[in-house]
């Protein structure tokens, strides 16, 4: 009976996807609302399916890019994998994904990898029954849906403690917030970055769990590389930061990018953003601990591509364009790190919401380290979103002194920026932009013929949906 009910809700839900899809709708969320509705154990028969060989990636900060890299690493394997590429991270768009992807015939090597909202881990892990569980950071985020930051990591380890017996955590562990997460009897491998020479004394940013979780003790640090992610002790209880078993080390610039290894193999990823560096190599652990062939992580590691919003170029109208998701303070600060050090920036369009996937509270803004900004000869700066005029107030607040803009609509501002030639410095265009506003700008700049830019002069541009949002 579970069998066939579990049949009838993938196929309901696929035939749902397929009208949704044609009426130009992205499909990531009711599809998967009514399959469950359908079938109240739809995760269980899924943990069934893919036993030993399912993925989850939760965390607050860079499960997307985790989610698809290690889905792309698979797949060169010679997987079948289904996922939530897109990022819709709760149960629905779990279950969504299967709706969408799921084949009935089974495959020698196939597994399913779903990156997964921190409060959703403790409800589908004793179903699914994942082989890998990854955990990439926690930071303060949408503080109006779950409230302090203590409760979120509290969620994620009830949700680790359901792991199976074989079940293994990779973890983050020069974040003491992540370390703290893991069970005591639970298998773990720890990733972090090994090169003294990125470690920072001091950290200027708002800096999140500076206690210790066990103790409550003050933590020391050696030095940080952001955040509260460093070198940690803690002199209450003696804890500190484990040596990473997967290790970036050797870290220098390349061009818009980073050169690194990854135990012995030579790394280039395409861009600057030290906190990318952690997701490649949370995916390389997850992709080890499936048995994913170290002939197949090697040349991966060669070129690596974020996509997909995060830290991704275009070209828009003859001008340059990076377009990159921002929603807390600690993400913001690394963005604006990338965006200063990136050449030939003329104009900077920061999106803020306030739509419930992005948090109803914008109050964060004010944690961002926006005084970066300070002195850094772009021509314009565009505010634009439900909360522009919030932005706006804070990006003077920086002491920004040069020519502001408010439009409230995105892709107006977008196109603003884009018609802007005046001047020598009318260069690349680098967009900031919220949740919410991230996939329709994309969209939209796509089918504008804002091809993607992958840096040997081809043109990768996906598969172009013209939804405005999720359904």
């Known amino acids: 009976m579970d069998r066939?009910?579990?049949?009838?809700?993938?196929?309901?839900?696929?035939?749902?996807?397929?009208?949704?899809?044609?009426?130009?709708?992205?499909?990531?969320?009711?599809?998967?609302v009514v399959a469950l509705r359908l079938d109240p154990r739809f995760f269980s028969s899924v943990g069934r399916r893919f036993r030993g060989r399912v993925v989850l990636i939760t965390g607050t900060n860079g499960k997307t890019t985790t989610n698809n890299l290690l889905s792309e690493w698979l797949g060169r394997d010679g997987w079948s994998v289904i996922s939530n590429r897109l990022g819709a991270n709760l149960a629905q768009g779990l279950a969504?994904?299967?709706?969408?992807?799921?084949?009935?015939?089974?495959?020698?090597?196939?597994?399913?990898?779903?990156?997964?909202?921190?409060?959703?881990?403790?409800?589908?892990?004793?179903?699914l029954k994942p082989k890998v569980v990854v955990v990439t950071n926690f930071f303060r985020d949408q503080m109006d849906r779950y409230g302090e930051l203590d409760r979120v990591v509290e969620l994620v380890a009830e949700g680790l403690k359901k792991?199976?017996?074989?079940?293994?955590?990779?973890?983050?562990?020069?974040?003491?917030?992540?370390?703290?997460?893991?069970?005591?009897?639970?298998?773990?491998?720890?990733?972090?970055?090994?090169?003294?020479?990125?470690l920072q004394p001091s950290c200027r940013e708002v800096r999140d769990?500076?206690?210790?979780?066990?103790?409550?003790?003050?933590?020391?640090?050696?030095?940080?590389?952001?955040?509260?992610?460093?070198?940690?002790?803690?002199?209450?209880?003696?804890r500190s930061r484990p040596r990473p078993s997967i290790a970036a080390r050797r870290l220098t610039e390349a061009g818009e990018g980073l050169d690194f290894e990854v135990e012995g193999w030579k790394a280039r990823l395409d861009s600057p953003g030290l906190y990318n560096v952690y997701n490649v190599l949370a995916a390389y652990g997850a992709a080890e601990a499936l048995g994913v062939s170290?002939?197949?992580?090697?040349?991966?590691?060669?070129?690596?591509?974020?996509?997909?919003?995060?830290?991704?170029?275009?070209?828009?109208?003859?001008?340059?364009?990076?377009?990159?998701?921002?929603k807390?303070?600690?993400g913001f600060n690394?963005?604006?790190?990338?965006?200063?050090?990136?050449?030939?920036?003329?104009?900077?369009?920061?999106?803020?919401?306030?739509?419930y996937a992005d948090g109803t509270d914008v109050s964060w803004i004010w944690d961002v380290e926006m005084e970066q900004l300070a002195g850094v000869p772009f021509e314009r700066?565009?505010?634009?979103?439900?909360?522009?005029?919030?932005?706006?107030?804070?990006?003077?607040?920086?002491?920004?002194?040069?020519?502001?803009?408010?439009?409230?609509?995105?892709?107006?501002?977008?196109?603003?920026?884009?018609?802007?030639?005046?001047?020598?410095?009318?260069?690349?265009?680098?967009?900031?932009?919220?949740?919410?506003?991230?996939?329709?700008?994309?969209?939209?700049?796509?089918?504008?013929?804002?091809?993607?830019?992958?840096?040997?002069?081809?043109?990768?541009?996906?598969?172009?949906s013209r939804s405005t949002g999720s359904v």
């Not at 769990?209 to 003696?238: D, M, T």
Request: charged share 25%; glycine share 10%.
């Open 334 to 355: 690394e963005q604006l790190k990338v965006l200063r050090s990136t050449p030939g920036v003329s104009d900077v369009v920061l999106v803020l919401n306030d739509l």
């Open 381 to 464: 700066i565009w505010c634009a979103g439900t909360r522009a005029e919030d932005m706006a107030v804070r990006v003077r607040y920086a002491e920004w002194s040069g020519e502001l803009r408010v439009i409230r609509e995105p892709r107006d501002a977008v196109e603003f920026a884009a018609a802007e030639k005046g001047g020598a410095t009318a260069g690349r265009i680098f967009v900031l932009t919220t949740y919410t506003s991230l996939y329709p700008l994309r969209d939209w700049i796509l089918e504008r013929g804002g091809v993607e830019d992958r840096g040997d002069g081809g043109d990768d541009r996906p598969f172009v």
């Open 209 to 238: 769990g500076k206690f210790c979780r066990f103790c409550g003790h003050a933590l020391a640090y050696e030095g940080f590389f952001y955040g509260q992610i460093g070198v940690w002790s803690c002199p209450g209880c003696n």
């Open 328 to 330: 807390n303070p600690a």
């Open 96 to 127: 969504s994904a299967v709706v969408e992807q799921l084949s009935f015939r089974r495959r020698p090597k196939e597994a399913a990898v779903f990156e997964v909202d921190e409060a959703t881990v403790a409800k589908v892990v004793e179903e």
């Open 294 to 326: 170290r002939d197949v992580l090697g040349p991966a590691l060669r070129r690596i591509r974020t996509g997909l919003g995060r830290v991704e170029r275009f070209t828009l109208g003859g001008r340059p364009l990076t377009l990159a998701l921002v």
């Open 163 to 198: 792991l199976p017996e074989d079940g293994i955590c990779v973890v983050n562990g020069d974040d003491p917030l992540a370390h703290s997460a893991v069970p005591e009897n639970c298998a773990v491998r720890f990733f972090g970055v090994d090169d003294p020479s990125r």
């Open 4 to 32: 066939w009910r579990f049949r009838v809700a993938v196929w309901t839900g696929r035939i749902l996807s397929r009208l949704l899809r044609g009426l130009g709708r992205k499909a990531t969320t009711l599809p998967g």
